[in-house]
């Protein structure tokens, strides 16, 4: 059988342009199209076509690169600059400049206002194609890790004892320099000495700094590398890292919005992030879901909530197949709402005793009548107070919302939540390699995000749709 052979040193009379190197339908073409509908100066990026001195790099040509590099897994500022020399769809794409890696980082360094606003065009086209309805939302975050080693981190005890060992270690050294200038004041262990000396003083300096930033800003904890992250937890162990939000649709599993916050729990992120779908949608939703992580019920009773359906399970309904209902549950007591109290099985009354502004709790006892009570011992110990009981002061805004997950339709549009916000996650972190966040600071990894939730909404889009009938919709 004969075989077909290459020749890299064949010409050609009239050599290929860039234009003619890319397929019609090549995926690039969608990207291209994508940024150029973009109006780029109510992004925040400076437009001046007609500034003179020395030429700097088309702003959309440096957004392109950007948002089809993350598309692809090309984060690194070095990688992309040799894309630009190496892959032809770069190539093409940026039209055959070659910005160096100096560059590519400072525009998205200096842009990250406008970067962060990439997500909501992508989003705003999904709705124009009709991609997106915006009926039924899916909140859901993931920890990803920060730019930063935990090893950096702080906390006001870990500084304190860090200042005591130095103080004692430089206690120590002091005494070596004496001992040295007497003996020979050009000893190599002098010299040794006195750098160990400054570095523990260097040391000294930065906890005390990190010591004074905590009590400025009333924090716990402080990353000495990213003072903006946090200490997040995962299957990983701790580390460094930040607590990635998006909002998912129904429909199709685009993703409407995202956010990134310093916080390494979900608790009160359910209208923030919800409001800020409906204002990239710029219309209501009908339904909107999240798993009990989101469960705190002072920020699911909003006023901004009162017309949307929400269905978010109490942190007792996602554990029921693990917890164990015990003798004389809170659930089997009657709550008396016209003298506010609690009726206890045998018919005892618990009375209201104090509020916890703090937690926003009510306590009732039943004092010592438990003691002439048969249950004694099963249903409480306590000889002084007797059965104690907490209540919210949203507890009827938790019944409500236990009730309505316990609905059979409820609980189908559940199961969807997992289908839904788990494919966005596990495409960014597996497919695009996106374990971690290479840029740091809040503002900086908010961007970085908005890139990698538009690049799954941009692949999704042309794997839903096709590169002609996108590029034919970006058209109109």
Known sequence: MAYRYGNRRQADMFPPTLEQLVQQDAPVRVYNAFVDSMDIPSLGIKW???RVGNPAYDPKAMLKLLVYGYSYGIRSSRKLERACYDNVSFMWLVGGLTPDHKTISEFRRKNKGAVKKVLTQSARVCIKIGLIDGNVLFVDGSKIRANASIAKSWTRERAIKALVDIDGRVEKLLADCEAVDVEEEGRESFSRVRTELADKKVLRAKIESALEEMDREDRRYLNATDPDCVRVYSRQGSHAGYNAQIVVDDKNGLIVSGDVVDKNYDYGQFTPQIQRAQEVLESPCEKA?????????QDLSSPENEDIDIIVPSQDQARKNEREKKPFDKDDFTYDDENDCYICPTGHRLNYTSHDGIKRRKRYRAGQVCLRCKN??????????????????YEHVRKRLEKRYEDPDVKTVFRRRKMRVEHPFGHIKRNLGAGHFLMRGLEGVRAEWSLLASAFNLTRMINLLGVGQILAALSR
Do not use: H, W
């Not at 798993?291 to 019920?297: F, I, K, S, V």
């Open 376 to 393: 004694f011992g099963v249903c409480t110990i306590d000889k002084v107070n007797g059965r104690n009981i907490s209540r919210s002061d």
């Open 48 to 50: 001046e076509p007609d």
């Open 289 to 297: 879901v999240a798993d009990a992580g989101y469960t705190d019920y």
